[in-house]
């Protein structure tokens, strides 16, 4: 009755046999009127982890609440920049709330003033940034990391090898100099089909290049100077693997990046049009001015959308950091 337990959902101890749990995702309806519909979410979720058999449950009051969610899901301390006199310790969600205790010590050795304030604790330097409605909000972050060893894009050909067959249709949203295409070509064979966007020229011609000196057939492969946000349009049913590649095309011009408005649109098209089992990639690079608050969208949508439509998992390079790139990948259930 110490402990708190984190899996799908959440219990913190609250003593005499009670337990607060949470919590839903929703950020459509902020305000604190509890509705069946949140209950329903949060027991569904505590049934994943918890036999009723062996932890017989009864809820015996429910609320509802928002909570503030700020940068990595960690708590943020400190005073206020123009009123000094005002301190705050906040970021206190599912996940941040795990760490209070230890940050709660931290604070008060700081106020007494025993040591500095851990700097991934501080507020400044913190980028605060005006709402957007076309971004998600951030979320807790539920999804799988795994740290990966060697190269992303290596980790993505190896997982998207084993879930494409000869004769499948896939597809390239990013063809970019086309090594993805290449790859993809190779895993459908001649039976099959990729079907690659991208909005600059250049990109075509140097993955066409790429494709005809590999010897590709071109009734392999279907490209188009469309952006991917089209791509419902173009793409059948039941493909079994979509990449994205964001960013800018390497050794092309870096002002023209993949934007969250059409990369957004068309990483639901993707998933909508992914069969059963079959496999979305994403290759995110927080580190370029924009690209951050896209890889950041990206995640945010993926981890809005597993559990229903797809199952996430991140991964990343050891010791990764804000700023380096990260590897989504979405199963279709
Ligand atoms: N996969 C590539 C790298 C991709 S670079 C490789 O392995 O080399 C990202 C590409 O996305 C760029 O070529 C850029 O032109 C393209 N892009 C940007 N916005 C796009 C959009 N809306 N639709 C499709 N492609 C887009």
Redesign the pocket.
């Known amino acids: 009755e110490t402990k708190r337990y984190h899996a799908n959902g959440w219990l913190a101890p609250r003593g005499g046999g009670m337990w607060k749990a949470g919590a839903n995702y929703d950020w459509e309806n902020l305000n604190s009127i509890p509705t069946e519909k949140g209950k329903e979410e949060v027991l569904s979720k505590l049934r994943t982890w918890l036999k009723e058999d062996d932890v017989p449950m009864e809820v015996i009051e429910h609320e509802a609440g928002v909570r503030p969610i700020i940068r990595n899901s960690r708590p943020l301390v400190g005073f206020h920049p123009e009123m000094p006199q005002v301190g705050f310790f906040n970021g206190l969600g599912s996940k941040g709330s795990l760490m209070a205790p230890a940050v709660a010590e931290h604070f008060a050795q700081y106020l007494c003033g025993e040591c500095a304030l851990d700097v991934d604790l501080a507020l400044e330097g913190f980028q605060f940034r005006t709402p957007n409605t076309k971004l998600p909000m951030q979320s807790e972050g539920q999804m799988v990391n795994e740290v990966v060893k060697g190269s992303l894009i290596a980790k993505a050909h190896a997982l998207l090898k084993a879930a494409i067959g000869p004769g499948d249709v896939v597809v390239d ?8 295409t290449l790859f993809l070509t190779q895993c459908v064979g001649e039976e099959g089909t990729v079907i690659g ?4 020229e250049d ?1 075509l011609a140097s993955t066409r290049e790429r494709l005809d000196s590999a010897g590709v057939k071109s009734d392999v492969y279907q490209l188009y100077l469309k ?3 089209e791509l419902s349009e173009h793409v059948p049913q039941d493909v079994s693997a979509v990449m994205f ?6 050794g ?1 011009d870096k002002t ?4 969250w408005e ?1 990369t957004g649109k068309a990483l639901r098209s993707a998933l909508a049009c992914l069969r059963k089992h079959g496999l979305l990639t994403v290759m995110c690079y927080p580190g370029h001015p924009g690209g951050d608050e896209e890889a950041r969208a990206a995640k945010c949508l993926l981890d809005e959308l597993q559990e229903e439509v797809c199952s996430v998992k991140c991964y990343q390079r050891e010791g990764a950091r804000d700023t380096t790139p990260f590897l989504l990948v979405a199963k279709k259930i």
Request: glycine share 14%; charged share 10%.
């Open positions: 949203a990013t063809l970019g100099n086309g090594h993805d966007f991208d909005v600059q990109a952006s991917h946000a590649n964001l960013g800018y095309l390497p092309g023209k990046i993949t934007q059409s």
